[in-house]
């Protein structure tokens, strides 16, 4: 996220953000973040995450890798995830789209749920591409724009936390606008999720995002990038 609206929001939210938030959908999220990673992170030793937030995703994922490091632009959920590890991370309140981080920094990049809420979208692309190192892997996620009214109904009725500001894009043609197509290549632009709470049906649901006509119908979008 960047400086601004964005900002003061997220500084508002992050004591109670944990407590209002879907842990169902939290859960869920944390468990398929975990299945790709272990899929991708082949030789991959330092990661990022961009986004942080409360730290639920980065106490799993910083684990897997020799070095890990975070950053979120609200003070306050980089606090709270200082207070929930039990060990001493790297944790960096900044700016998403103004890293203080060198070229070729890391092998592993998440970056979730996120993209939506800056203003200059393809700056945020552009600064995952600049950190990540020859052969590292970025993951980025967003919900899926067709889920907009559902989402805003969600939020008015306080069936899940306030989110702030955004904007809901189409997540794979973003990242081929973006990109040069000799910087990278795109790996996957499947569903990161199909439906954002659990269920009896959790199996069947995340088969259809192997189909094409139902991938694009998921709760959340997901581009892998692999950089050249």
Not at 137 to 162: C, D, G, M, S
Not at 165 to 170: K, L, R
Not at 171 to 198: A, Q, T, W, Y
Not at 211 to 217: D, H
């Amino acid at each position: 996220m960047t400086d601004g609206v964005g900002k003061t929001f997220f500084e508002e939210w992050a004591i109670d953000y944990d407590e209002l938030r879907n842990k169902s959908f939290l859960e869920k999220s944390k468990e398929t973040m975990d299945l790709i990673v272990e899929r991708y992170k082949h030789n991959k030793h330092s990661f990022l995450e961009l986004g942080l937030g409360t730290g639920e995703v980065f106490k799993i994922m910083s684990k897997r890798f020799k070095f890990s490091c975070a950053t979120d632009i609200s003070e306050g959920m980089v606090r709270r995830s200082h207070l929930k590890a039990k060990t001493e991370h790297n944790l960096l309140v900044s700016d998403g789209c103004n890293l203080p981080l060198k070229n070729d920094s890391f092998d592993f990049i998440i970056c979730q749920d996120v993209i939506e809420h800056v203003p200059d979208q393809k700056k945020l692309v552009l600064e995952i591409r600049r950190v990540l190192r020859t052969n590292g892997i970025a993951i980025i996620t967003t919900p899926n724009p067709l889920w907009a009214p559902v989402l805003y109904l969600a939020e008015k009725f306080r069936l899940k936390v306030e989110e702030g500001e955004h904007e809901f894009i189409v997540l794979p043609r973003l990242i081929k606008n973006s990109l040069h197509e000799g910087d990278c290549n795109l790996l996957s632009e499947r569903p990161f999720m199909m439906f954002p709470v659990k269920s009896g049906l959790d199996k069947f649901i995340e088969s259809l995002a192997n189909k094409k006509v139902f991938a694009r119908l998921g709760f959340s979008q997901m581009c892998i990038i692999e950089k050249k």
